[in-house]
């Protein structure tokens, strides 16, 4: 069946530290894969998406790798600050999809000062 | 562009009673989504209208829940007969095709006693 995990448990990890966040999937071929960030009470916020022929994406402080043979995609915050306390969900889109977006669980990210 | 509008944020009834779920998308987008969140299972997809046309919902859990979309403008998530396992966060999002980056509503907080 077709999986999509991230670590459920919180990472924890000190203001200034690099976070790494992780998302794993089976029985997927992805065209692309996207990175949300969620807070409290409010919906998911799109932060950036990786094509299935793209290494690497940055985005200020964010990198997003995507290895397609590992089936899987790490999500980097440099210089990581409290504001960057979040939820942070990974969403697949499979092949031959549509528009649809499957999401993983999602892991929770804590920065302390 | 006010973003995704869903109403209301918070809605509390008791086991039996209809509810309606309501969302406004992005003016110009042409899918929308309905998704389901609770701590157990995540973010699901219920069902998602491309051009205000029911693509797939599969992810619907029952009989007792139907959406429809009149116009490109509003859409609507009935459940009919609620039931207590149905309290969860649902949200609305919308996307314009392409690379289907999905804007999400605040969500309707959903309790049924």
């Known amino acids: 069946s077709q999986k999509i995990e991230q670590n459920s448990e919180a990472l924890n990890i000190q203001e200034g530290k690099t976070a790494t966040l992780t998302c794993n999937y089976t029985n997927y071929s992805p065209a692309y894969l996207q990175w949300y960030r969620q807070d409290p009470g409010r919906g998911p916020v799109f932060l950036l998406l990786?094509?299935?022929?793209?290494k690497e994406k940055r985005k200020e402080r964010l990198k997003v790798t995507f290895d397609t043979t590992l089936k899987q995609s790490l999500f980097h915050i440099t210089a990581s600050q409290p504001a960057d306390s979040a939820t942070y969900l990974c969403?697949?889109?499979?092949?031959?999809?549509?528009?649809?977006?499957?999401f993983g669980g999602g892991t929770r990210l804590m920065v302390k000062p | 562009d006010a973003g995704v509008i869903q109403s209301p944020r918070h809605e509390v009834t008791e086991m039996g009673q209809e509810v309606t779920l309501r969302c406004k998308p992005i003016?110009?987008?042409?899918?929308l989504f309905w998704y389901r969140q609770t701590m157990m299972r995540g973010l699901e997809l219920l069902i998602y209208f491309n051009n205000n046309v029911p693509i797939d919902d599969s992810g619907m859990p029952e009989d007792r829940f139907s959406a429809k979309m009149p116009n490109a403008s509003f859409s609507t998530l009935k459940i009919q007969p609620s039931e207590p396992r149905d309290s969860a966060v649902y949200f609305c999002?919308?996307?314009?095709?392409?690379?289907?980056?999905?804007?999400f509503g605040a969500g309707t907080r959903l309790s049924v006693l």
């Open positions: 990786i094509r299935e022929n793209e």
């Open positions: 969403a697949l889109r499979p092949n031959n999809a549509g528009n649809m977006l499957t």
């Open positions: 999002a919308s996307s314009l095709g392409g690379q289907n980056i999905q804007y």
């Open positions: 003016s110009g987008h042409n899918s």
